[in-house]
């Protein structure tokens, strides 16, 4: 008897086409969500990229700067 009431209520209350409405929705959240991880990681990484070339010209500027002062101090 209790297996037929919880079945007339599954029937009456559409709970297995509501679970798989749910599930799609899900699914399609998962799937952006992945996207948008993906797409992160990615400009997180060319953010660095960008960091570490910045990082690079302010070196060479300096060696350059102190290159400079150095044949400015021993020139006649």
Known sequence: ?????YRTIIDELYLDEWK???KGKLDSLQGIMEVVQ????????T???VV??????????????????????YAP
């Open 1 to 5: 008897y209790t297996a037929q009431l």
């Open 20 to 22: 798989e409405i749910v």
């Open 38 to 45: 993906e797409n992160l990681s990615i400009s997180w990484s």
């Open 47 to 49: 953010f660095l990229d």
């Open 52 to 73: 570490q070339l910045v990082g690079w010209m302010v070196l060479l500027i300096g060696y350059f700067v102190l290159f400079y002062l150095d044949v400015l101090q």
